[in-house]
């Protein structure tokens, strides 16, 4: 049997079984999805991929109405390695961007920030390539930060607004409590919480994973822009590249312990004692000597 013909079916048989549960529609529980790594193509670079008024071509419907995976993929690069077979969904949007977890990530040696979809702005760049083409993204990586799509009468009921950032219990094999998760209101919308891949790991979850809102925050407390991890797992976290530029003549220990960024960067005129060097190592700190 045809792989999209199975899809359908699995699709359709769950939409039963999740029509034919009242208890899902009545208490608080809301189903989860793991998006595994994926990319929303603007249709000039459908085009530079895939060549001229390509078409994405439609493989299964994803939960969110409207929303499809395609049977394109691409292939994602960054400097320290890429990631074959990246599956693109459409429809295609304004704007390019790619969607990894922070393993991915830390594969592709790249840093990119924690950011609710759609929220590019300074992202990291990612290059993109293709059967006919490949495009460099100078933005377009980030992280998708968890959050639950729902509608409005959903929000009614579960009084939380659009926006808002609430902690979430997610009930898998490894509990686990996810703080910062934002809602977002649409009557477009299906309700079902979304996280990456990392984040599923860390709990052990697996699709159709039920989470309850445990605590919801003031609208007023939610920063939607910061960039902190959701969840620490177990996996190293790419550093923060954080740079001090040191300006003064001479750069002793003392100087490096107060220095809370990774980096720090000298002019080649700076004389760096020896105790410096030592504790620049201790603290696993880089020294970058400017030449200029
Ligand atoms: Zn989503």
Not at 95 to 105: G, M
């Amino acid at each position: 049997m045809q792989e999209n013909l199975v899809q359908k079916i699995v699709e359709e048989v769950l939409q039963q079984v999740l029509k034919n549960q009242p208890s899902l529609q009545h208490d608080n529980k809301i189903p989860v999805g793991v998006s595994a790594r994926h990319v929303h193509l603007a249709q000039s670079e459908v085009e530079q991929l895939f060549g001229e008024n390509y078409q994405l071509t439609p493989k299964f419907e994803l939960s969110q109405p409207g929303q499809f995976a395609a049977e394109e993929t691409v292939v994602i690069a960054g400097p320290k390695g890429s990631i074959e077979r990246v599956r693109i969904l459409g429809p295609a949007r304004s704007l390019s961007q790619v969607e990894v977890s922070f393993t991915d990530a830390i594969k592709l040696g790249l840093t990119p920030p924690l950011r609710i979809s759609g929220d590019v702005k300074g992202s990291s760049p990612i290059t993109l390539i293709g059967p006919k083409g490949s495009v460099v993204l100078k933005e377009g990586l980030i992280v998708a930060k968890a959050h639950i799509h729902m509608t409005p009468a959903d929000s009614a009921r579960l009084q939380v607004e659009d926006g808002q950032s609430v902690q979430v219990k997610l009930a898998g094999i490894r509990p686990i409590i996810l703080s910062d998760v934002i809602i977002r209101v649409s009557d477009r919308y299906r309700l079902e919480m979304h996280i990456d891949t990392d984040e599923a790991n860390a709990g052990l979850i697996k699709q159709g994973t039920l989470a309850e809102i445990v605590q919801a925050q003031s609208i007023e407390q939610t920063s939607v822009q910061t960039a902190q991890p959701v969840v620490q797992t177990a996996t190293q976290l790419p550093e923060q590249k954080s740079v001090y530029h040191y300006t003064k003549k001479l750069l002793s220990q003392v100087q490096v312990a107060a220095i809370t960024e990774q980096e720090i960067v000298v002019s080649k005129k700076t004389i760096v004692t020896a105790l410096a060097y030592d504790k620049i190592r201790e603290l696993n700190k880089t020294l970058t000597i400017n030449k200029e």
